[in-house]
């Protein structure tokens, strides 16, 4: 029998080819013999969206930059110090080595992480996308330490893996948290105030000094109330945390008249969160180191015609402001900037 | 009505069926494989692919193990750019003629159009690894250093052109330029092939494509028209001479003449 592909002539009853293995029943087997066909529509999108011919443009790429990076690693080293230092920015060293691939593939991949934990900063999801920006940084990082030295068994990849991780999270994102949580300090509603409800996540600013009519973040202690007559109360408004208005400083004088609060003689442009209306008549000075917040979004909140109960709910002692809140930032249906 | 035969009319359609058959029976008695593949060889040059591959369809059916008949259909689907379908085609047609050097050559270069070079290399490097001198592999092998920007295309493409004399090998090569928006180099080639073989109208009509890359429209009309001459029933080239006339670009022409095709 003669083979159809390289004319060898094969033994009587031979079911492949001697020397090319092309079966030699093939003429009479039964098969398809028409070919896939591509729709118009599957052309199309394969010319618009080219996304195999990119991902093996990638795939290559990569292969040849790995390459490379073997050849330079014949002896084991740590990377030359302007790498190491650049390794602050995930892909940053990869440029410097002309590595483009990755480094695009490492920061592109940081900086989407990020963009996705900015607007959830504080939440659940916030976290995880921190983490995974944590960990694209760290692969980087890991990617750059191990070109020149590759760990061999599992137990260096690991204890390497570690150790990079622990370092990047020392130098540069520990310093970062410490000095990101001074401006912008996530902050859970756990009750309800004001215009919060328990689940938001405020924003906080621990800077800036109290002024008048920042909405700030304070917690409330347990307040007692002296009367005229000797005896005292002990008034429990709402232990914990509020978010509330600065209405007046220490010393200045404030005043209520038929419901409108006058501030050093000038009428407060100023209302707390959730105003009620005022009443009683009634005028004092804000005590140094403390300012005036009324607790209007706090559940039990005083009958204000009380001057004494005024005083003693409304003066809150500057070291029991946290910070300026500035921004609902979770959830996101309710993103709002606070005034 | 051969040309309806594969319509479905409803309640109609177990006549049309039987009718098909008919047809099929009627056509494998009429005509053996070697026609239809020379059929297809003639459609293919006139630059009917689709039918092309229709008719290489049909002598496979006859027999399966014509190598040309699959080598045929790959090339086709190529042509058409269907690119992950030759791919597909070729892979099952090397698993019943293996080493075959053209199925891994026509492999070669529809994984070079999809991107996958690595691979694209290995097939095209075991085709030229096998015994014996066909042009198609050095065809692929030019393809595959032109998708890696490497200069030695044309020494493969030289090369391909030595070993088969065939006008087609030219215009398979310009074709391969216009694909990479080569069109200088595309043109020197298919120009080559109208001089090889004028009274062919597919290298007239692969002429005035090149030309109307190279923003050069009057020469492409003419060309356009000189392949009507040729073969007045030319589809393409009526096309493509309707389409040049209805929009005539001249901002895009001198810009295609700027910068080329691409």
Redesign the interface.
Known sequence: MQCTNCGFQNMPGSEVCGRCATSLGLATAVMDVHPPRASSTAKLARRLFPIRKDYFRMRDALHVEAVAARIHSATPSLPRPSVLARLVVPGWSHFLLRQRVRGHLFLWGFIACLLLWIPMYGSGWGSVWLGMAFSVHASAALDIVTQNSPLASVRQRIGGSILVALVLGIVVYWPCSLLLGEFVQPHHVQAHMAAFEPGDVILVNRWPSPRRGDVVLYSITYSTTYFPDGHRRLTNVYLGENIDRILAISGDTVQCESGQLIVNGTPSPWLPLNPRPMSGRFTWTVPPFHCLILPSGAPGWPNLSDPNLWQTTGNVALENIVGRAYLRSSPLSRFHVIR | MRRFDRLEFGGRQENAQSASAQEQHLRSADHDEHYWIKAAVEERRNGMHESA?RYY?RA??L?????G?WVG??QM?IAL??????E??SRKALE?????ADLLAARSQSLCR?????NAQASCDAAIGQQGLFSYPWVARGELMLARKQDTDTYCFDKAAQLDNDWLVLLDIGAIYLHYSRATRAIQRIRTAVEAAPDHAYCWYCQGKCELALGLNGSAEKSFNHCLQLMPKHVLARRALEDLKRHRHVVRSLFRRLFGSS
């Open positions: 591959l369809s496979l059916e027999d399966k193990s014509l190598v008949g259909q790959v689907l750019a269907e690119y992950p379908e030759a597909l085609w019943l003629f293996k080493n075959n999809i991107g996958d070079l690595k």
